[in-house]
């Protein structure tokens, strides 16, 4: 990336470079234009008092100095605008310069915190965090680019184990900030330097912890495959208007996973195909406004998702292919006035689902085959 980056740095040193031609073959050549002009400019305006003149009567010989006149103004006219066109010129000159200055230097500060990232000190990483969140606040052109290399660290295989071999002194610090950077760039969507709207891949993705609460996602964001290891992980208060969240294959094998309080207006989240053998996805108090929560052919072994008191005003809960071999799903208080909630092909080899305290004045359910759960 960085090799692409600086290749388009140095097209653009000479994208912007004029083509001038010598000042001893423009020299003649506007004096030669300017004479040419000049006589044609004379000879017209000659014509014109000539004919004025002749229609006096009695008729009157033409006054040399009225033409002589005529011809200069208008050419001290037509220099005037040439002026102000050479001016604008000028100026575009040096915006250019002045835009490829900054190009260069944008670019140089993107390849020294890319080098930074890749450096074997925490401390050193940790600077190339800030230096790459500060570049993306100042390069709106390349934003995705810097929020894109941000992800593909946390991509990175990591070993959460401090006592693992594998462990790296200083990681979890490092990545931690990476996720404390995104959410303070998703709290206020209308400032010019929010990535609310921008797209962030964390894909086989390793998490220990993390908080990206009351964040507004406008975008994508993916989490597929990814593996959720301990710690907690937090979207309280986030508000998913028309973006996705995609978990589809993700392992969720201890810690929680928090959605309380979450709106989901219009956006959708999957976990389709992922693996609950273990902790907690709560869905608290969430509220679905017209958006879906998909576990489709999703694997219960155990844990907890949990639905207590949501609201579904016109959105969707699918378990339609889930595989339910331990752990409980709970929608204990939820309240629903309209929306869907399905476990169309779903199996039960064990595990709980459950409603108490549940209100459905309108919502449709879809069991399948399978015998009702408890307070349905």
């Given at each position: 990336?960085?090799?692409?980056?600086?290749?388009?740095?140095?097209?653009?040193?000479?994208?912007?470079?004029?083509?001038?031609?010598?000042?001893?073959?423009?020299?003649?050549?506007?004096?030669?234009?300017?004479?040419?002009?000049?006589?044609?400019?004379?000879?017209?305006?000659?014509?014109?008092?000539?004919?004025?003149?002749?229609?006096?009567?009695?008729?009157?010989?033409?006054?040399?100095?009225?033409?002589?006149?005529?011809?200069?103004?208008?050419?001290?006219?037509?220099?005037?605008?040439?002026?102000?066109?050479?001016?604008?010129?000028?100026?575009?000159?040096?915006?250019?310069?002045?835009?490829?200055?900054?190009?260069?230097?944008?670019?140089?500060?993107?390849?020294?915190?890319?080098?930074?990232?890749?450096?074997?000190?925490?401390?050193?990483?940790?600077?190339?965090?800030?230096?790459?969140?500060?570049?993306?606040?100042?390069?709106?052109?390349?934003?995705?680019?810097?929020?894109?290399?941000?992800?593909?660290?946390?991509?990175?295989p990591y070993e959460p184990d401090p006592t693992a071999?594998?462990?790296?002194?200083?990681?979890?610090?490092?990545?931690?900030?990476?996720?404390?950077?995104?959410?303070?760039?998703?709290?206020?969507?209308?400032?010019?330097?929010?990535?609310?709207?921008?797209?962030?891949?964390?894909?086989?993705?390793?998490?220990?912890?993390?908080?990206?609460?009351?964040?507004?996602?406008?975008?994508?964001?993916?989490?597929?495959?990814?593996?959720?290891?301990?710690?907690?992980?937090?979207?309280?208060?986030?508000?998913?208007?028309?973006?996705?969240?995609?978990?589809?294959?993700?392992?969720?094998?201890?810690?929680?996973?928090?959605?309380?309080?979450?709106?989901?207006?219009?956006?959708?989240?999957?976990?389709?195909?992922?693996?609950?053998?273990?902790?907690?996805?709560?869905?608290?108090?969430?509220?679905?406004?017209?958006?879906?929560?998909?576990?489709?052919?999703?694997?219960?072994?155990?844990?907890?998702?949990?639905?207590?008191?949501?609201?579904?005003?016109?959105?969707?809960?699918?378990?339609?292919?889930?595989e339910f071999s331990g752990g409980r799903v709970t929608?204990?208080?939820?309240?629903?006035?309209?929306?869907?909630?399905?476990?169309?092909?779903?199996?039960?080899?064990?595990?709980?689902?459950?409603?108490?305290?549940?209100?459905?004045?309108?919502?449709?359910?879809?069991?399948?085959?399978?015998?009702?759960?408890?307070?349905?």
């Amino acid at each position: 990336m960085a090799v692409s980056l600086r290749r388009k740095r140095e097209a653009l040193r000479g994208r912007y470079t004029p083509n001038l031609w010598p000042v001893w073959i423009v020299a003649p050549v506007a004096l030669r234009a300017a004479g040419a002009l000049g006589w044609v400019i004379y000879h017209y305006a000659y014509d014109h008092f000539a004919q004025a003149a002749a229609g006096q009567k009695p008729p009157k010989p033409v006054n040399i100095n009225d033409p002589l006149k005529a011809t200069v103004t208008a050419l001290t006219l037509i220099g005037a605008v040439l002026a102000g066109l050479y001016a604008y010129r000028k100026q575009l000159l040096a915006e250019g310069d002045a835009h490829r200055a900054d190009a260069s230097q944008l670019a140089d500060r993107y390849t020294t915190a890319a080098e930074q990232l890749g450096h074997d000190q925490a401390a050193v990483r940790l600077a190339g965090v800030y230096a790459l969140s500060r570049l993306a606040d100042d390069w709106a052109e390349q934003r995705q680019v810097c929020i894109d290399v941000l992800c593909a660290y946390l991509r990175i295989p990591y070993e959460p184990d401090p006592t693992a071999p594998e462990h790296k002194a200083g990681e979890q610090e490092v990545r931690q900030t990476i996720i404390r950077v995104i959410r303070d760039h998703l709290q206020k969507p209308d400032v010019p330097t929010a990535w609310c709207k921008y797209n962030f891949n964390f894909t086989g993705a390793v998490f220990d912890g993390g908080s990206l609460s009351t964040s507004h996602f406008r975008g994508t964001v993916t989490f597929a495959d990814a593996t959720f290891s301990g710690g907690t992980v937090t979207f309280a208060d986030a508000t998913f208007s028309g973006g996705t969240v995609d978990f589809h294959d993700a392992t969720f094998s201890s810690g929680t996973v928090y959605f309380r309080h979450a709106e989901f207006g219009g956006g959708t989240v999957t976990f389709v195909g992922a693996e609950f053998g273990g902790g907690t996805v709560t869905f608290v108090g969430a509220e679905f406004g017209g958006g879906t929560v998909a576990f489709g052919d999703a694997t219960f072994s155990g844990g907890t998702v949990d639905f207590h008191d949501a609201t579904f005003s016109s959105g969707t809960v699918d378990f339609n292919g889930a595989e339910f071999s331990g752990g409980r799903v709970t929608f204990g208080g939820a309240t629903s006035s309209s929306g869907r909630v399905t476990f169309g092909d779903a199996t039960f080899s064990g595990g709980t689902v459950d409603f108490p305290g549940a209100t459905f004045s309108g919502t449709s359910f879809d069991w399948g085959s399978l015998p009702l759960p408890t307070g349905a």
